[in-house]
């Protein structure tokens, strides 16, 4: 069974990792959460000339060999940030970014801001599965309810569900078993 880290620095119902992360991973993951704040780390990596934007590859690509090869003995780590994110030389904004088999996943929340807090919850737990999946090593799905997804836009994110399709859920069993 996998054990996943949840860093955030967005306040979150309490029962998030628990109830909400490990219902759609089933019997695949235990998760636990934790407070923390990333402002001194995402100030290394905000570009002023894209309004304070993070650039989401350059953050990723510095932090991934520091958390690979466990983390406090967790297999993945998520980092739920509270800005916005673009990766350069490709897209002007992201929702979240992951490696195919990586350990570390980042979501941005900015633009998953909007609506009731509910939703606002729930955006983000779609977005932690999608990028979760990427680290066990799934792709994006043609399924537009499968949560692999491509959201391109929040409207996208809020027509999938946070579950995995069938053929999702089956290849994360076997990447993960």
Known sequence: MKRILVL???ELPSDFPGGQIEHYLGDLARVEMRM???????????????????RADALLDYLEPRVRGGYEGFDKIVLVINDDGYVEGGL??????????????????KRLRGGEQSLYHLRIL????????????????????????????????????????????????SLLR
Do not use: W
Not at 36 to 54: A, C, H, M, N, P
Not at 94 to 106: N, P, T
Not at 150 to 164: A, C, H, M, Q, V
């Open 92 to 109: 002007n904004f992201v929702f979240g970014v992951a490696k195919i088999g990586g350990a570390l996943a980042l979501v941005f929340t």
């Open 126 to 173: 779609k977005e932690v599965l999608h990028e979760l999946g990427h680290s066990f090593g799934l792709d994006h799905c043609t399924d537009p309810k499968c949560v692999m997804y491509f959201s391109n836009t929040i409207e996208d994110t809020d027509r999938k569900g946070p579950g995995y399709c069938q053929r999702c859920m089956a290849r994360l069993r």
């Open 8 to 10: 955030t620095e967005v």
């Open 36 to 54: 923390t704040d990333f402002e001194g780390l995402k100030s290394q990596f905000r570009d002023v000339r894209r309004g304070g934007q993070i």
